[in-house]
């Protein structure tokens, strides 16, 4: 549901009155947001974003998930890592190494990741800033395990990495999925030595490394951080997003029209949306139980197989965190559905119409996009469970409903997010990789 026609200007001035109780639109975003990037680096994470070769079975990469043609989702409710074949809504089980499970949650957009501003990563937080840690990160890992990477958005790449259903691939299949399943992923012979000795075995790779890295030309071996680093400068080059049009309005070179100022004055005032959609990336990076439907798997700890996803009170142990997630940044939003954690709805509208009013008595109407998969038979479970779905809804604040016309209204203002150079990308996708894998083009 994407409104593109704004008209009837309203300043800006009277758009910030009516915003009512927060009445301020917030600072535009400036160099000072975003960390600097080297070209030859992010050069360099490009390639590595777009290879195999950081997969298990060197059949998936980073690309394959967080693709331009979707917004940098995969188009799903809830995808196929490995084990599939294809791209997005054409994916579908591989027939001859088929997936165990879906992915538990959506495909994350990548807009903006690198942003000062960015505190927490994954819907449940699982790596986030943390000034009291020595490396200034908390996650599950050992202190240790995160030393050496540049940034969260860089520390961020060790999970996927090491999932058996994301890209390591399943126990028995490859030895980076066999060093994860005995628990060895730091030093010799661990996952990220593996993988970064395959890395350091192609020419082309270890003089690129040796050109951005000078220790690595002074001798160093390529180390998974190194790789990492790599990629996150490539994310923040290519899809860093500040030139929508609510970026000029920030900057105070126009104005919101129409439906879009109405829907910004409800976003900002009654509708209450920037009480968390906070600041010029529109989130506050906490975390909040929405009353969101649960799909699928969901998000369990190693080895468990249940459907239950408890969101944050996985990462916190507390009560209090159950059926929490991370208040998702919202540019490009309108371009990058499914939305939800579990990407329950396919259309933006019914989206904002249930998350405004989380504990409200409309029905979920069942619809997503899947992936072609026996997997997908198992979608419905947890809503299909009484005691989970009153739990989930148990967990939620009271909304504030709204009219059909005034989700327009706010739809119309969310469209004015899109970012058409953020969405098309700056460096692109590679015709090839040093690896010689196929690309996900």
């Not at 070769?53 to 060197?58: D, H, Q």
């Not at 001798?219 to 994310?235: E, L, M």
């Not at 529109?282 to 649960?294: R, V």
């Not at 209090?320 to 939305?339: H, I, K, M, Q, S």
């Amino acid at each position: 549901m994407v409104r593109k026609t704004l008209a009837g200007a309203i300043p800006l001035a009277i758009c910030a009155t009516l915003a009512g109780a927060a009445p301020d639109l917030p600072a535009p975003l400036t160099e000072a947001d975003f960390p600097p990037v080297d070209a030859d680096e992010a050069a360099l994470g490009r390639l590595l974003f777009w290879d195999p070769i950081l997969s298990g079975n060197r059949n998936i990469s980073c690309g394959t998930c967080h693709h331009p043609r979707f917004a940098t989702g995969d188009g799903l409710s809830l995808g196929l890592g490995e084990g599939g074949q294809g791209l997005g809504p054409d994916r579908v089980s591989d027939p001859d190494n088929p997936p165990e499970q879906l992915i538990p949650r959506n495909a994350p957009p990548l807009f903006n990741m690198s942003a000062r501003q960015v505190t927490a990563m994954f819907a449940d937080g699982r790596i986030e800033v943390d000034p009291d840690k020595p490396s200034g990160l908390r996650t599950p890992m050992a202190e240790e395990m995160v030393a050496g990477f540049d940034s969260l958005l860089s520390a961020q790449t060790m999970f996927p990495v090491l999932s058996q259903d994301e890209m390591a691939g399943h126990y028995s299949e490859n030895e980076v999925a066999q060093a994860v399943r005995q628990g060895f992923i730091t030093g010799p012979d661990g996952a990220w030595d593996l993988l970064s000795r395959r890395v350091a075995a192609i020419p082309d790779y270890q003089a690129r490394f040796a050109a951005v890295y000078p220790e690595i030309a002074a001798g160093r071996p390529i180390g998974f951080t190194d790789i990492s680093n790599a990629i996150a400068a490539f994310v923040a080059e290519e899809w860093r997003s500040d030139t929508a049009p609510f970026d000029a309005v920030l900057r105070g070179e126009a104005t919101l029209q129409g439906a879009a100022a109405r829907g910004a004055a409800l976003f900002y005032g009654d509708a209450g949306c920037a009480a968390c959609h906070s600041g010029p990336l529109l989130s506050d990076f906490d975390f909040h139980a929405m009353g969101q439907p649960q799909l699928g798997p969901g998000k369990a700890a190693r080895f468990e197989r249940h459907a239950r996803d408890e969101g944050r009170m996985r990462v916190t142990g507390r009560p209090d965190d159950a059926y929490a997630f991370r208040t998702p940044p919202l540019r490009n939003v309108a371009e990058t559905g499914p939305w939800g954690h579990a990407g329950a709805y396919p259309d933006l509208g019914a989206f904002v119409a249930q998350h405004v009013d989380p504990t409200g008595t409309g029905t979920y109407a069942r619809r997503v996009i899947l992936p072609e998969t026996p997997l997908a038979d198992a979608v419905w479970r947890v809503l299909d469970d009484p005691e989970e779905t009153a739990a989930i809804a148990a967990a939620a604040s009271a909304g504030r409903p709204l009219d059909p016309a005034q989700i327009d209204d706010i739809l119309a203002f969310l469209d004015t997010l899109t970012d058409p150079q953020a969405l098309e990308g700056r460096l692109g996708i590679p015709e090839t990789v040093p690896s010689g894998l196929p690309v996900d083009r």
